[in-house]
C-alpha cells in the first residue's frame, strides 16, 4: 500500500505544452509538498501545502502551480513548459509534526524536448 | 537561510570497508535527516536525529549529531554493494511545524567496488 504515490513516473513532452504530476497521499498527513531534483541530483523545495493553503513559494515561476483539491492531493500543473524544467519531481508529505518524518514519492522524470 | 554542506562529495569504497559521511549545517540543526536515493528511484527514509550528541543505528549504518548540532555524519560499517547510492542529508526548520520542508545537501554518491 503505496504511502505517496505520484503519477506518471516518466513524461516526455514537447516544449511550449502543458503538463500536470498528481501526487496522492494516504498517511492522514498536513502538509505536502513538492521538491526539484536538477541534474546533479540537487533536492530543492519548490512549494508546500497545509490544509489546502499554499504555506510558501521557492521564487520558482509562475508557469508552476500547485493544485490541491483536498488534503490528500497536492497535484502540479506546469505551463509553456521548457527545457530548462527537465527533472525529477518528488512529492512528499509530513505530518504538523514533523519530527516524525517526511515521507517522499518515487519521483517523477520529466524530460522535455 | 539554512545551507548544508556535505563531504565528501563521491566516495568510491571496496566492498567491506568502513565509510563515512559528513554533513555540517550554517546553522544550528533543529532536526537532521538522512536519506537514501538509489540511482533512478525515490527517497528512502534512513534516520532522523534531534538532540546534540544523540546516535542511532539501524544494520550497518549509524548516524550522529554532534553536541553543538551543527553537524551530523553517516558511518558505514562493512560497506555491502546494497550500500550503493546517493545519500543525502536534510535540515528542518527550527519551529519543526513541517511547513517549510526540508532543506538538502547536494548529495554524497557511495560506489561500492566488488
Known amino acids: 500500500d503505496t504511502a505517496v504515490s505520484q503519477t506518471p513516473k516518466y513524461l516526455v513532452t514537447q516544449m511550449g505544452n502543458d503538463k500536470s504530476i498528481k501526487c496522492e497521499q494516504n498517511?492522514?498527513?498536513?502538509?505536502m509538498y513538492w521538491y526539484k531534483q536538477d541534474s546533479k541530483k540537487f533536492l530543492k523545495i519548490m512549494f508546500s501545502y497545509n490544509n489546502k493553503e499554499l504555506i510558501i513559494n521557492e521564487t520558482v515561476p509562475n508557469r508552476f502551480s500547485p493544485k490541491s483539491p483536498d488534503k490528500a492531493h497536492l497535484n502540479l500543473h506546469i505551463n509553456s513548459l521548457e527545457l530548462g524544467d527537465s527533472a525529477v519531481y518528488f512529492c512528499a508529505s509530513s505530518p504538523r509534526d514533523s519530527y516524525y518524518g517526511y515521507t517522499f514519492g518515487s519521483g517523477t522524470r520529466l524530460t522535455v524536448v | 537561510s539554512q545551507e548544508l554542506e556535505q563531504s565528501p562529495q563521491s566516495l568510491i569504497v571496496q566492498e567491506g570497508k568502513n565509510l563515512t559521511i559528513n554533513c555540517t549545517s550554517s546553522?544550528?540543526?533543529?532536526?537532521l535527516y538522512w536519506y537514501k536515493q538509489k540511482y533512478g528511484e525515490g527517497l528512502i527514509f534512513l534516520m532522523m536525529l534531534q538532540k546534540g550528541g544523540e546516535e542511532k543505528s539501524h544494520e550497518k549504518i549509524t548516524a550522529k549529531l554532534d553536541e553543538k548540532k551543527q553537524q551530523s555524519s553517516l558511518h558505514i560499517t562493512a560497506s555491502q554493494p546494497s550500500h550503493a547510492g546517493i545519500y543525502l542529508c536534510?535540515?528542518?526548520?527550527?519551529?519543526?511545524?513541517?511547513?517549510?520542508?526540508?532543506?538538502f545537501g547536494k548529495g554524497t554518491h557511495l560506489i561500492i567496488q566488488p
Open positions: 498517511l492522514g498527513h498536513d502538509t
Open positions: 536534510g535540515a528542518d526548520t527550527p519551529s519543526g511545524g513541517g511547513a517549510d520542508g526540508l532543506t
Open positions: 546553522k544550528t540543526l533543529y532536526g
